[in-house]
């Protein structure tokens, strides 16, 4: 008796602590870039991230390493191969002047473009909180709006995640808003993937949006089973 209720006691101190749920170890971290304060930012062009191999390219930057996002893009080059299920996840906070925007996800075309004009499933937030998803860049010019009024707080910090599904012959996309699902999104004709990456806009006079936390993308094999189980959809979502 004594052994069993030792071993429950471990057992209930290992999922506490998330031991029991920690990821797949066929988990690889293909990149991820810290943003931490610091006393001299630099811009994140021409720089390697925290982890991975390649460097940021853009053709207009703007964004530091401390997480300020002026007007401007960065991207690490990416291409994904079939049967991966890959995860992208940055902090993005709800700030910036009115009409900005800051954004992630992943790019087709070169680096010197921007993911709303060749865009392949990125999501932005904006400083009154609105949420949107775009999911093949101008294909959908507009975007596909996440609930029709703010869904998140006004300069609060939330974690965006997109998870890239290529283990079938058309290619899914889940989006994630602090681990809810908001849309799954099946792509007619799979996307040339390039570059996966941040963006954010706003005007060189005016407030900068912020990135917090780590950007990070992963890969594993699909079929290998995941930790998150999808949430119901909450907060006003469509």
Same mark, same amino acid.
């Given at each position: 008796?004594?052994?069993?209720?030792?071993?429950?006691?471990?057992?209930?101190?290992?999922?506490?602590?998330?031991?029991?749920?920690?990821?797949?170890?066929?988990?690889?971290?293909?990149?991820?870039?810290?943003?931490?304060?610091?006393?001299?930012?630099?811009?994140?062009?021409?720089?390697?991230?925290?982890?991975?191999?390649?460097?940021?390219?853009?053709?207009?930057?703007?964004?530091?390493?401390?997480?300020?996002?002026?007007?401007?893009?960065?991207?690490?080059?990416?291409?994904?191969?079939?049967?991966?299920?890959?995860?992208?996840?940055?902090?993005?906070?709800?700030?910036?002047?009115?009409?900005?925007?800051?954004?992630?996800?992943?790019?087709?075309?070169?680096?010197?473009?921007?993911?709303?004009?060749?865009?392949?499933?990125?999501?932005?937030?904006?400083?009154?909180?609105?949420?949107?998803?775009?999911?093949?860049?101008?294909?959908?010019?507009?975007?596909?709006?996440?609930?029709?009024?703010?869904?998140?707080?006004?300069?609060?910090?939330?974690?965006?995640?997109?998870?890239?599904?290529?283990?079938?012959?058309?290619?899914?996309?889940?989006?994630?808003?602090?681990?809810?699902?908001?849309?799954?999104?099946?792509?007619? @004709?799979?996307?040339?993937?390039?570059?996966?990456?941040?963006?954010?806009?706003?005007?060189?006079?005016?407030?900068?949006?912020?990135?917090?936390?780590?950007?990070?993308?992963?890969?594993?094999?699909?079929?290998?089973?995941? @930790?998150?189980?999808?949430?119901?959809?909450?907060?006003?979502?469509?």
């Amino acid at each position: 008796m004594n052994k069993l209720i030792t071993l429950t006691s471990i057992l209930i101190a290992l999922a506490s602590h998330g031991v029991l749920g920690a990821d797949s170890p066929d988990t690889t971290v293909i990149y991820s870039q810290d943003f931490t304060p610091t006393e001299n930012p630099r811009d994140l062009n021409h720089r390697r991230p925290t982890k991975g191999n390649g460097g940021w390219v853009s053709n207009y930057s703007g964004i530091m390493n401390d997480g300020l996002a002026k007007f401007g893009y960065c991207y690490l080059p990416f291409t994904p191969v079939a049967g991966k299920i890959y995860t992208l996840s940055v902090d993005m906070v709800a700030t910036g002047a009115d009409g900005s925007w800051s954004a992630m996800g992943f790019q087709t075309g070169g680096s010197e473009t921007a993911f709303n004009t060749s865009g392949a499933g990125w999501q932005l937030v904006n400083p009154g909180g609105m949420m949107e998803l775009r999911s093949e860049g101008k294909a959908i010019a507009n975007g596909t709006q996440i609930g029709d009024a703010p869904i998140v707080d006004p300069d609060s910090t939330n974690t965006f995640t997109i998870e890239l599904n290529t283990a079938g012959d058309k290619w899914v996309e889940t989006f994630r808003l602090d681990n809810v699902v908001m849309k799954t999104h099946t792509y007619t @004709t799979n996307p040339d993937i390039q570059f996966v990456g941040l963006m954010s806009f706003s005007q060189p006079d005016k407030k900068p949006g912020k990135f917090s936390g780590t950007f990070s993308l992963t890969e594993k094999p699909a079929g290998k089973p995941g @930790t998150e189980k999808p949430a119901e959809k909450t907060g006003g979502a469509q």
